[in-house]
């Protein structure tokens, strides 16, 4: 089984529509993220938790809020969609310290918003 | 300007030849520096990590830092085709804890 899931995979919404983007993980990390991925800007990163107490806004958070239910799973919502957030969507989690360079990233969701 | 730049590609390569992957980097805090492959439908892996200026080899893979001209490359000998893949390198500052994403170079190798 993977140890970093991401659902649904593929998700296609309308303008205005409330969207969650859920994240689990079996890795046993405290650290998980949020990114999404569009072409010529690369990853960019939305939110961070380093634990479930810890939320913190990363370089894009406009438009996106997350929650983080437990140590293995932190969810996105975009509250009311807009096209401009069509993009690959990436959960990813890590361990602390200089671990943390080393991030585990989830299969990816691929978001349409029209 | 962007914190790291990375040429996005295509980058297109018979079966054998060397590829060369190129970043070069504005901050010169970054002291850490990832490569990670992303095939197609699937999230980023970590394939190497280096520290220190110099190189640093696994197998068919090469790491080079330079910090003196913020510039790392990522090399790969008899490249298959199977390393077809999107690779993205990241770079970290030494207090830093978020990871710093250049755009990523599409490579195919083709038979």
């Known amino acids: 089984d993977a140890d970093v899931t991401q659902t649904p995979r593929n998700r296609i919404t309308k303008t205005g529509k409330r969207i969650m983007l859920e994240c689990s993980q079996t890795?046993?990390?405290?650290?998980m993220y949020w990114y999404r991925q569009d072409p010529g800007l690369g990853l960019r990163l939305i939110y961070y938790?380093?634990?479930?107490?810890?939320?913190n806004k990363g370089e894009i958070s406009d438009g996106y809020s997350v929650s983080r239910q437990a140590q293995a799973k932190f969810s996105l919502s975009l509250e009311s969609a807009i096209p401009n957030q069509t993009a690959l969507y990436f959960c990813?989690?890590?361990?602390?310290?200089?671990?943390?360079?080393?991030?585990?990233f989830g299969p990816g969701t691929r978001l349409t918003v029209l | 300007q962007k914190e790291v730049e990375q040429d996005p590609g295509p980058l297109s390569v018979p079966e054998g030849a060397i590829v060369s992957l190129n970043c070069t980097y504005s901050?010169?805090?970054?002291?850490?520096f990832m490569w990670y492959r992303q095939y197609s439908r699937k999230g980023p892996e970590l394939l190497m990590y280096?520290?220190?200026?110099g190189n640093k080899e696994d197998g068919r893979f090469t790491a080079q830092v330079d910090k003196s001209s913020k510039y790392i490359s990522l090399f790969i000998r008899d490249s298959q085709p199977s390393d077809s893949a999107t690779y993205l390198c990241?770079?970290?500052?030494?207090?830093?804890?978020?990871?710093?994403f250049g755009t990523g170079t599409q490579l195919k190798v083709e038979l």
């Open positions: 990813a989690t890590s361990g602390g310290g200089r671990a943390a360079d080393t991030q585990y």
């Open positions: 890795k046993g990390h405290d650290r």
């Open positions: 938790s380093f634990d479930v107490k810890d939320i």
């Open positions: 901050n010169s805090a970054f002291q850490y």
């Open positions: 280096t520290y220190s200026s």
């Open positions: 990241a770079m970290v500052t030494g207090g830093g804890n978020k990871l710093t």
